[in-house]
């Protein structure tokens, strides 16, 4: 039925559940997973480019430590559950459009995410990231409570 699947991860709750159960399916499916992050991207106005330079990569620095750790749960738990699993970031403003995008250049077939995230104050039953994934992928997405 399904057979590579888009696990994105912001370190939520509500998305660690989202990878337990994604994963869960995987392997009886035998299915491989794509765990997923996307972080804010450093934003500055342009004139201060020089000025915030360095800070540009402290910020870029510790947003891919946090990524790769929210990933190597992923892959922890993948490999326990003995199934294949790849992980990557982008950096995005809008991480609907990020998880979209690479559900499809990644031939995904299927994305697995949290109700809500971390900003789940943002929605009362359904998070605006994975409202907005609902409303721009023709892809099945199951939404983990």
Excluded: W
């Amino acid at each position: 039925m399904f057979r590579r699947m888009l696990i994105p991860t912001d370190g939520s709750v509500h998305s660690e559940r989202a990878v337990i159960s994604g994963i869960g399916l995987a392997r009886a499916l035998k299915a491989s997973v794509l765990g997923f992050h996307v972080a804010p991207p450093f934003s500055s106005l342009s004139y201060l480019v020089e000025v915030l330079g360095g800070q540009q990569q402290a910020y870029e620095k510790e947003m891919a430590e946090r990524a790769e750790r929210y990933l190597e749960d992923i892959r922890n738990i993948a490999d326990a559950a003995d199934v294949p699993c790849e992980c990557e970031y982008r950096f995005e403003h809008h991480p609907y459009q990020a998880i979209v995008t690479a559900a499809r250049q990644r031939d995904c077939d299927l994305i697995v995410m949290g109700s809500r995230g971390r900003q789940g104050l943002g929605r009362l039953l359904l998070g605006s990231v994975t409202h907005r994934v609902l409303l721009h992928t023709d892809l099945p997405v199951l939404v983990c409570p």
